[in-house]
């Protein structure tokens, strides 16, 4: 991001609280932005409009990495490190029509509300109070956990019965209770009106402002989402649960995706939330090596070394029990070097059972048993879910990890 490669592009600068020192400055190739706020870490945050360019930026595990628009417009997210130097996360945000981010902010915990227009009926949506697309173009409201992999809330918002109406939304704000506010201008007749100062529409155009109360809800969130190791190791990620609004219900969770030869495990499998504080959990995930499938062949009962193995121990065992059955009457009867050759025949046959039942019998509970194929290496998506039950439903949310084996 030092240079323009396309012929879209923008800039994103930074300056120092007295506005005399460029703090940095770099271009976002592809993409047109039209909004910018920042976090409480000075993470700088943008939204806008980007096409099907080939020099966008869209960083791996982020909401959405593949344009839905086409031809089209998407509306993006990105977010910088606060000198800079590089992204946080950059994703797209839009379905199969023309999506544009008109407004941003942050709050204390750096997730990102954004308001803008859709003409797309498959805009993504989570916990939404409109569920459907319902004019020529809608506002919409969403919201992005702190890592840009999630997506917390997010609504149409319009009317325009017949296919017919137009929203636009312009401008986004919170307040101290997390409610969302949002402003903009509608020209239908239906657009959704409660508690309203105005509650019909006046003339062709009128401006709009809604107050958006969320419920209670938590968010999954991985500080680190991508892990590499060779086939045999472990792989292990941090996970957050964070409570949204109060949430302060259990939730469990489950992992999925892990290839084969290879199991995932989140501990614990349900956390507490207390509608304030964060609960910690680990996934790990754990591969088998082709060392452990040669052992566990090595071991297995079936294969004719095992067998021979087994055969020999079952004589040893025998001429144990003979020597021991003759050995009171050597005893009676031999004297002096006799009875000694006795006592060290019997130790070595004793020596010699011990050696070869070790190395052949009991093949069938040896080595852990068969471990199956090694684990192949390659890229795999691990999806961990997060599913609970409030007041407004089964809530379900997931935070997708990345698995390199090597």
């Not at 409660?194 to 209670?216: C, D, E, W, Y």
């Not at 892990?258 to 995932?264: R, V």
Request: negative net charge; contains cysteine.
């Amino acid at each position: 991001m030092i240079a323009l490669g396309t012929c879209h592009g923008s800039f994103v600068s930074k300056f120092s609280p007295s506005g005399t020192t460029l703090l940095y400055s770099t271009y976002l190739d592809g993409g047109e932005v039209d909004a910018v706020a920042a976090d409480p870490a000075g993470e700088a945050i943008v939204t806008g409009r980007v096409g099907e360019s080939t020099g966008f930026p869209i960083t791996p595990g982020s909401f959405q990495t593949v344009q839905g628009g086409g031809a089209s417009l998407d509306a993006f997210v990105t977010k910088f490190r606060s000198d800079g130097s590089g992204l946080i996360y950059s994703t797209f945000l839009g379905g199969s029509s023309f999506d544009y981010g008109n407004a941003i902010l942050a709050d204390a915990t750096g997730n990102a509300y954004l308001a803008g227009d859709t003409q797309s009926p498959n805009f993504p949506v989570q916990n939404p109070l409109q569920a459907n697309y319902a004019g020529q173009f809608d506002a919409f409201v969403s919201e992005l956990d702190s890592s840009g992999s999630q997506l917390v809330f997010s609504t149409y918002l319009g009317g325009g019965s017949g296919g017919f109406g137009n929203e636009h939304a312009d401008g986004v704000a919170l307040d101290a209770s997390g409610n969302i506010y949002v402003a903009g201008f509608t020209d239908a007749a239906d657009f959704p009106t409660v508690n309203a100062f105005q509650p019909q529409l006046r003339g062709f155009t009128n401006a709009f402002m809604s107050k958006i109360v969320q419920g209670p809800d938590f968010v999954i969130s991985a500080p680190s989402d991508f892990a590499t190791v060779n086939a045999g190791g472990k792989a292990t990620y941090s996970l957050s649960v964070t409570p949204v609004n109060g949430f302060n219900q259990s939730v469990n969770l489950s992992c999925a995706g892990a290839p084969s030869g290879a199991t995932c495990r989140v501990s614990p499998n349900s956390v507490a939330l207390d509608g304030i504080h964060s609960a910690p959990a680990t996934v790990t995930v754990s591969t088998t090596g082709s060392s452990v499938a040669a052992l566990s062949m090595m071991s297995d009962p079936t294969r004719p070394s095992d067998k021979r193995s087994n055969g020999l121990g079952g004589v040893a065992r025998m001429l144990t029990l003979v020597v021991f059955l003759g050995f009171p009457l050597g005893a009676s009867v031999g004297k002096g070097r006799r009875r000694w050759r006795s006592i060290l025949a019997v130790f070595a046959v004793f020596c010699a059972f011990f050696f070869l039942a070790s190395c052949g019998g009991g093949g069938s509970g040896g080595g852990g048993g068969n471990q199956g194929p090694p684990t192949p290496s390659g890229t795999y998506p691990i999806t961990v879910t997060g599913s609970a039950v409030s007041s407004q439903g089964t809530l379900s949310h997931p935070a997708q990890l990345t698995l390199v084996v090597n």
